[in-house]
């Protein structure tokens, strides 16, 4: 029996079927099927598909123009995938051959094992998530529903890459990650969590002063943008670089953490607790 093996929210929208893509027809059938994976295996009612692709600008013919590319899209996709379901339409595949599904368990994976004190585990699998993007998740469409989900989906991989990158400060990869995180923070100059862990990356590579300085613009365009300051756990931790807390000294890495090898033999790595601190995470349970 024919099936969709894979299909690929996480940039350019692929479905693949027999080990190749599938050609789904014109933009707004893609539109249509990517709306439906976002709810894989459940029913889409046929209100929300209309209010979802059209907007405030809901043609008189919408629920024969959704019949239409239903019916498109059953003709390439394989038997039973596209189903009827009242009040809508839902498509029918295995979890696992969603990239989003996939994505989300090896984020958990990485999270659970960051949590638990293991960087190099954390790593790996926070890495394995990130790699299934392609791009930009649903770029090339214009559909209302595209713009909230893109930027729902940005913010998952954002906060996935904030995740990783604690795990590589757990595994003294300071170095490593500077010129990753002074890129992020230039694309997001706002996003504290980004600020805090350039802060640690600099300051573990014997970067004091760029470290303070990372701080003291980020104090200014709070208070110039927005009339705040930043929050008290940034400014205690420009206090500790100010006096040189010493839970702060980051041994520098054995290995280098990015390749396969590495990260098995660090594997079981715990993170000192100072530096779960710092990064403010939990203190590891007993």
Same mark, same amino acid.
């Given at each position: ?21 599938i ?14 994976l976002?709810d ?11 209010e ?49 599904v996939r994505?989300?368990r ?5 999270r ?6 293991? *960087?190099? +585990? &954390?790593a790996?699998? /926070? $890495? @394995?998530? !990130?790699?299934?993007?392609?791009g930009? %998740? =649903? ?9 909230i ?9 954002l906060?996935?890459?904030?995740d ?6 757990a ?11 002074? *890129?992020? +923070? &230039?694309?997001?100059? /706002? $996003? @504290?969590? !980004? ?5 640690? %990356? =600099? ?8 470290a ?8 200014q365009?709070?208070s110039?943008?927005?009339g705040?300051?930043?929050?008290p756990?940034l ?11 010493? *839970? ?11 390749r396969?090898?590495?990260?098995? %033999? ?21």
């Amino acid at each position: 029996m024919t099936r969709i093996e894979d299909a690929r929210l996480l940039g350019p929208l692929e479905v693949v079927s027999g080990r190749a893509p599938i050609a789904l027809g014109a933009p707004a059938q893609r539109a249509l099927l990517a709306r439906l994976l976002l709810d894989a295996n459940r029913t889409v009612g046929l209100d929300r598909l209309v209010e979802d692709l059209w907007g405030e600008h809901v043609p008189s013919t919408s629920v024969k123009m959704v019949q239409v590319h239903v019916s498109k899209l059953r003709k390439v996709l394989p038997d039973g995938v596209l189903v009827t379901r009242p009040p809508g339409y839902g498509v029918e595949i295995e979890p696992e051959a969603l990239d989003l599904v996939r994505f989300e368990r090896l984020r958990e994976q990485g999270r659970d094992a960051l949590a638990r004190g293991s *960087a190099a +585990v &954390a790593a790996e699998r /926070l $890495r @394995e998530a !990130l790699a299934l993007w392609r791009g930009p %998740a =649903l770029a090339e469409f214009d559909e209302p529903f595209a713009a909230i989900e893109a930027a729902r989906l940005e913010e998952l991989r954002l906060a996935c890459q904030e995740d990783r990158i604690d795990a590589d400060l757990a595994l003294g990869g300071h170095v490593l990650v500077i010129g990753e995180l002074t *890129a992020l +923070v &230039a694309h997001h100059p /706002l $996003r @504290e969590r !980004l600020r805090r862990r350039l802060m640690l %990356a =600099l300051y573990g590579s014997g970067r004091q002063a760029e470290a303070l300085a990372c701080y003291r613009r980020f104090h200014q365009l709070l208070s110039t943008e927005l009339g705040i300051e930043p929050s008290p756990a940034l400014r205690a931790l420009e206090r500790r670089m100010l006096q040189h807390d010493p *839970a702060l000294d980051v041994a520098p890495p054995v290995v280098d953490v990015h390749r396969g090898a590495a990260r098995r %033999a660090v594997r079981r790595t715990a993170m000192r607790p100072s530096l779960r601190r710092a990064c403010g995470l939990r203190p590891r349970a007993a």
